[in-house]
């Protein structure tokens, strides 16, 4: 991984610790007030929707094209079933590595699209690209992110068409389905004027509807260690979905590089941050987790309830292997190594 280079994750350590000191001082979300809040709606041909997911895209191009490769396909074939190509892209956080910056977007997001799909399908509806930040996409203060994904108009990435204006959204999807996507910003407390946007837009909700919240990271597993973590997420959906009657039955976010799905008989928490990064192991995750966890002020307001880890990629013996033969290969470096 060239950007876990000595010299380079130092500096990426330093830039880390300066958006962390002084992120409440530089929140962009505050300023973003000023910017059109839209409530966007996407038709689908026939009712019909495909949506896709990505993110963690990667720290170079091979492996951020690779992925890129594949979205931009009119159709896969996956086990004898057709997949046609999302008529909405979700880019679900750091959008690049290791820091945000112009032309790390240029060259590291923007561009390994644009080469897969330079321009608008030559049928079909031209695919709508929405995204959320990350914590690396927070690296600058998210100047390069609004930038590139909140252009006043025309914005688009290759084929992609690009229609927000701020760092978080709702969607409109066919039959009663919305998307909403938020910031946390660092894991922070959601601004004013974000819970204005969203709570503007849950007023089309009704108890019939049904919300995917794309947020940052999956909380619900961080919680296992900090059990704080989720509180955010969870006061969203107490304070602005649910007093609509409408449910969550998706949260699906990135940030740990790998698939995994906890599940109950009411909702879905799956982390895929499959973008082209570097694989995270899925053999210690834990087998059930509660969530809200005990002993949080969402617990307190919330009724917790198990989820069951239902599904992971690599599957657990295979991230094993592969943890032992990473271990094996930096041993065999350190030893080779002159001292």
């Known amino acids: 991984m060239p950007w876990l280079a000595p010299l380079l994750l130092l500096s990426t350590g330093l830039r880390t610790l300066l958006a962390i000191l002084f992120g409440a001082y530089l929140d962009k979300r505050e300023l973003q007030n000023a910017l059109p809040g839209r409530i966007y709606r996407q038709h689908g041909v026939d009712g019909e929707l495909w949506m896709d997911y990505v993110a963690d895209l990667g720290d170079g191009f091979d492996a951020t094209y690779s ?8 159709e896969l074939d996956l086990d004898g079933r057709r997949l046609p190509r999302g008529q909405v892209l979700v880019m679900g956080g750091d959008q690049v590595y290791p820091t945000a910056s112009g032309s790390a977007y240029e060259d590291r997001c923007k ?45 688009e990435i290759g084929g992609w068409r690009t229609e927000q ?9 066919p039959a009663g389905w919305w998307l909403f996507g938020i910031d946390e910003q660092f894991g922070a407390y959601l601004d004013d004027p974000q819970l204005i946007y969203f709570e503007e837009a849950a007023r089309h909700l009704g108890p019939d509807d049904r919300v995917v919240l794309v947020v940052p990271a999956p909380t619900w597993v961080k919680a296992v260690d900090k059990p704080e973590a989720y509180d955010a997420v ?32 009411d909702r879905q928490l799956v982390t895929c941050g499959g973008g082209g990064a570097y694989l995270y192991p899925t053999h210690k995750l834990p087998k059930r987790i509660q969530v809200p ?7 307190r307001a919330s009724r ?6 239902s599904g992971t990629y690599p599957e657990p013996e295979r991230s094993r292997r592969f943890g032992w033969a990473s271990s094996a290969a930096c041993r065999c470096v350190t030893r080779a190594s002159p001292s």
């Open 234 to 265: 969870d006061y969203f959906i107490r304070t602005v979905i649910a007093p609509t009657g409408a449910r969550v039955p998706l949260i699906i976010a990135g940030d740990l590089h790998h698939y995994a799905r906890y599940a109950n008989a």
């Open 111 to 155: 561009g390994p699209y644009q080469a897969a799909l330079p321009g608008p399908p030559a049928s079909g509806p031209r695919p709508t690209l929405f995204a959320i930040a990350g914590n690396h996409d927070w690296y600058d203060g998210l100047t390069a992110f609004l930038r590139l994904f909140a252009r006043r108009k025309d914005g």
């Open 165 to 173: 204006n701020r760092s978080y959204f709702a969607t409109e999807l």
């Open 304 to 309: 917790s309830l198990p989820y069951d880890l």
């Open 293 to 299: 966890p005990p002993d949080t002020l969402a617990r």
């Open 67 to 74: 992925v890129a490769y594949l979205l931009a396909q009119p």
